[in-house]
């Protein structure tokens, strides 16, 4: 791993914990991460391997990023005050942002010495995935969806408690509080 490996992986683990303390929606909120992860996709993603298994594994990569994505958006407290929508990760959704991005930075410190090479190396060849590099698409892939369905997800419940506030919902779901959480 480079440094530069490092540096991304921490500061994906820092918006999250900053998320810890309560923040307004903005653009900064969304943009910043979906930089982050759209710089590392342009330095990691030169070619996407098509052989045997490397499209699977790519996709199982993408669809436990989802999984964890909806489940941290869910896991995010989101409320509606004065006009503006609120965002404050909860500790369920800063564990599993920890242990998704920890998975990757441990996969990837193992992978690079010799016995975790080896082992990668021998599962690969009983699997059918052609090429290191399908690991590395699949481990992108997986922060890609992570990141874009967990801000997905945030947006959609503000954009819920904006139109519920502003009176767009049924009337059953215009509660009378001054605080509205979805």
């Given at each position: ?56 594994l ?108 502003r ?12 605080d509205?959480?979805?």
């Amino acid at each position: 791993m480079t440094t530069t490996d490092w540096i991304i992986d921490i500061a994906l683990l820092l918006i999250v914990f900053r998320q810890m303390r309560e923040e307004r929606l903005t653009a900064r909120t969304i943009v910043l991460p979906l930089a982050i992860i759209g710089w590392a996709a342009n330095n990691y993603l030169d070619q996407i391997p098509t052989q045997g298994n490397d499209l699977l594994l790519a996709g199982l990569g993408a669809g436990v990023g989802a999984a964890f994505g909806l489940l941290g958006g869910l896991f995010t407290r989101v409320r509606y005050s004065e006009g503006h929508v609120y965002i404050k990760a909860g500790l369920t959704a800063a564990a599993l942002w920890v242990v998704s991005m920890g998975f990757r930075l441990g996969f990837a410190v193992w992978t690079s010495h010799a016995s975790g090479a080896a082992h990668v190396g021998h599962f690969s060849a009983r699997h059918d995935i052609t090429s290191a590099q399908a690991w590395v698409v699949a481990l992108i892939l997986m922060a890609f969806a992570e990141v874009v369905v967990r801000l997905g997800t945030i947006v959609a419940r503000g954009q819920l408690l904006t139109r519920a506030h502003r009176g767009e919902q049924p009337a059953r779901a215009q509660a009378a509080r001054p605080d509205i959480y979805v």
